[in-house]
């Protein structure tokens, strides 16, 4: 069974940086895709960032210059790094991965971690 498990969340005042990371564990794993999500009160969940495998990242346009999505195929790792923090960045973040398997998508959330700026 795979796993991912999330890390890094917490408080911080508008303006600081704050790093999430995620890692897979379980079976044998590697993901076509890894990424984070996002879900404020009320709104519904939405891409933050995403790399694939081969290395290529897609960024939502309101983190892009703010964030960066890293990512370790052989740890089966991904990171991201928040600068420039704001309130509306407030949310639980999701870490995300998605495998294709003889044509077959399959998809694994973590269970979320609080990241809360402060004005």
Not at 83 to 110: M, P, Q
Request: net charge positive.
């Amino acid at each position: 069974q795979v796993q991912l498990v999330e890390s890094g969340g917490g408080l911080v005042q508008a303006g600081g940086s704050l790093r999430l990371s995620c890692a897979a564990s379980g079976s044998i794993f590697s993901a076509n895709v890894m990424g984070w999500y996002r879900q404020a009160p009320g709104k519904q969940r939405e891409l933050v960032a995403a790399a694939t495998s081969g290395g290529s990242t897609n960024y939502a346009d309101f983190v892009k210059g703010r964030f960066t999505i890293s990512r370790d195929n052989a740890k089966n790792t991904v990171a991201l790094q928040m600068n420039s923090l704001k309130s509306e960045d407030t949310a639980v973040y999701y870490c995300n991965a998605i495998r294709n398997i003889f044509g077959v998508r399959h998809e694994y959330w973590g269970q979320g971690t609080q990241v809360t700026v402060s004005s």
